[in-house]
């Protein structure tokens, strides 16, 4: 158990459709990661979030946003789903902001577009 | 963005074996990872690498960041059944991004 949560854990929705996925980092980290995992595409960074601030940008569509609530837990909000978002999504999160910060991953939620 | 290439992308090998997977970049990275990931599970740090020529263990696991900084291998010895999962390698990109590999699955016949 790494410490990260995710929720929820599976996901199936419609295309065109808009999800919520939520992350908790581990306690005292203040950096969260967001990376999706296709079988196509292999595991790709998203975004990052550093105590609340977007701190570095992947290789995020426009239709997806994120935010670091004062909690320090993240959403990621993917909207006008497509067939090709199908995939695993999952956060990890450092103490830091980044660099050299070992990341720690969640188990990860599975989203199946239909 | 920068490209890693893995290899093998997948390895089929007999209990007690050793094993060896590496990954070769165009580019030059600062930090090398090893992560390993588990069926519904998030990948798992194995070993970190910081400097060019660093070789470093982590029990039956050995790594290597190769001196042009543009690669590195992973070396398992004595292969158990827990040993099985998918193996990738991922560089540092800039601060903050992780580049990863596509991956080595590794089977291991008991």
């Known amino acids: 158990d790494s410490g990260v949560t995710q929720t929820p854990k599976h996901l199936i929705t419609a295309t065109g459709q808009r999800v919520t996925l939520r992350c908790s980092p581990r306690?005292?980290?203040?950096?969260v990661y967001w990376y999706q995992q296709s079988l196509d595409q292999g595991l790709q960074f998203l975004i990052q979030?550093?105590?609340?601030?977007?701190?570095a940008k992947g290789n995020i569509l426009e239709r997806f946003s994120a935010q670091q609530f004062p909690d320090l837990h993240s959403e990621l909000n993917l909207s006008s789903l497509e067939l090709g978002d199908s995939a695993l999504y999952f956060c990890?999160?450092?103490?830091?902001?980044?660099?050299?910060?070992?990341?720690?991953f969640g188990p990860g939620t599975r989203l199946t577009v239909l | 963005g920068q490209q890693l290439n893995q290899s093998p992308q997948s390895m089929f090998i007999q209990e007690g074996e050793d094993v060896s997977m590496n990954c070769t970049s165009s580019?030059?990275?600062?930090?090398w990872l090893w992560y390993k990931q588990d069926p519904g599970e998030g990948p798992v740090l194995l070993i970190a690498?910081?400097?060019?020529?660093e070789l470093t263990s982590n029990g039956r696991l050995t790594a290597q960041f190769g001196i042009t900084r543009k690669d590195s291998f992973l070396n398992i010895s004595a292969s158990i059944p827990s040993d099985v999962g998918i193996y990738f390698c991922?560089?540092?990109?800039?601060?903050?991004?992780?580049?990863f590999g596509q991956g080595t699955r590794l089977t291991i016949n008991p």
């Open positions: 990890a999160s450092s103490k830091g902001r980044g660099g050299a910060d070992t990341q720690y």
């Open positions: 580019s030059i990275f600062n930090t």
């Open positions: 306690s005292g980290d203040l950096s």
């Open positions: 979030y550093y105590n609340g601030e977007e701190r």
């Open positions: 991922a560089g540092l990109e800039g601060a903050q991004k992780l580049v």
């Open positions: 690498l910081y400097k060019a020529g």
